[in-house]
């Protein structure tokens, strides 16, 4: 399912509700169970989110060097 991160964020943001999530997430193969899980996981970071996280600290990283041959 590729849009499983938008799917949690629209949950996450209150954009959708509980049933609904775990309606859609079954409806694409998940177990109940699990889409029970999902929904109530809020600690839950999509992998997207975190290599975006790592790509904009090693950008202000970058900035905030003073010399460009040293880390």
Do not use: H
């Amino acid at each position: 399912m590729d849009n499983l991160p938008d799917l949690l964020r629209s949950y996450r943001a209150g954009q959708l509700d509980r049933a609904t999530f775990t309606d859609q997430l079954a409806a694409a193969g998940f177990d109940p169970t699990d889409a029970e899980l999902l929904a109530n996981n809020q600690d839950f970071v999509p992998m997207g989110d975190m290599a975006e996280q790592f790509i904009v600290r090693q950008e202000r990283r970058r900035k905030a060097q003073k010399n460009p041959l040293y880390p």
